[in-house]
């Protein structure tokens, strides 16, 4: 690998270390079956380390105009790099030094219309979950010339309206970033906006978030979304929201 390899030549290079039988393995895992989440998606068989090294290697420099044709490919690996490529590069615009570059917030907008566009090439939850809060997440929180907070509201709106489940869990795991942050309204809002999804993995996806902002945030504004809702959580998502509580307060709220 070299770092001035373009994006045909990283493909060429990450096919060219496919695993037969970690290939296998990824597939069931990822449920890739008929009538799974995850139909149709293919696998090399590289684990994420492999793309990481792959990701590090052409820095964050890579030509933005060449990320699309990693996005745009059959292959999962592929696909995360693409995207591990563009939370790179936004990461680097994001810097305490940059927030209020103009500059930079041009450039961030661009990575963020980018991986907008082609979102439903995330399809599948490791490419949601590994990108999303760093870009998406982390924007939410940023100036930006694309819109004021309402638009930013409306932007997710829309995800979470969306058809497409990897939108939808877009519009919930990015708040795992804002929570971080200490503004957990933005979760408040996504987890009442799904507590009645059909879906296991968004389920999950809102338990999880709601537990990471009670950690980063207040235990007590958790206890106090639960108290209004925790008797019409889907259990799945009751259980992940309380992970971290005693073992006598998750009986509780089970028992809600």
């Keep these: 690998m070299t770092r001035n390899m373009n994006a045909q030549q990283i493909i060429e290079y990450m096919e060219s270390q496919r695993n037969e039988e970690q290939r296998r393995v990824l597939m069931g895992f990822f449920k890739t079956g008929p009538g799974e989440y995850g139909f149709g998606d293919e696998f090399l068989g590289l684990k994420v380390p492999q793309t990481r090294e792959v990701v590090n290697s052409v820095g964050q420099e890579f030509p933005l105009d060449e990320v699309p044709t990693l996005l745009a490919n059959r292959w999962h690996e592929v696909r995360l790099c693409g995207f591990l490529i563009l939370v790179a590069k936004f990461e680097k615009l994001a810097t305490k030094r940059l ?5 930079a917030i041009r450039q961030r907008d661009e990575i963020l219309t980018m991986y907008l566009q082609y979102a439903e090439q995330a399809n599948n939850w490791d490419l949601v979950d590994l990108s999303v809060p760093k870009i998406l997440g982390h924007w ?51 987890a009442e906006i799904h507590l009645h999804h059909p879906h296991d993995l968004m389920h999950k996806a809102v338990g999880w978030m709601l537990r990471e902002m009670g950690k980063r945030v207040s235990m007590d504004l958790l206890r106090d979304f639960l108290r209004q809702h925790a008797h019409e959580m889907p259990r799945t998502m009751l259980r992940y929201a309380i ?8 009986k509780q709220w089970m028992s809600a």
């Design 243 to 250: 992970e971290k509580m005693a073992e006598p307060e998750r």
């Design 140 to 190: 939410l929180l940023l100036p930006s010339n694309l819109g004021d907070n309402d638009y930013k509201i409306k932007l997710l709106d829309e995800l979470a309206a969306s058809p497409c489940l990897w939108k939808q869990r877009m519009s919930i795991v990015c708040t795992w970033k804002t929570s971080q942050q200490g503004a957990p309204s933005w979760c408040l809002r996504y």
């Design 99 to 103: 927030v209020s570059n103009a500059d």
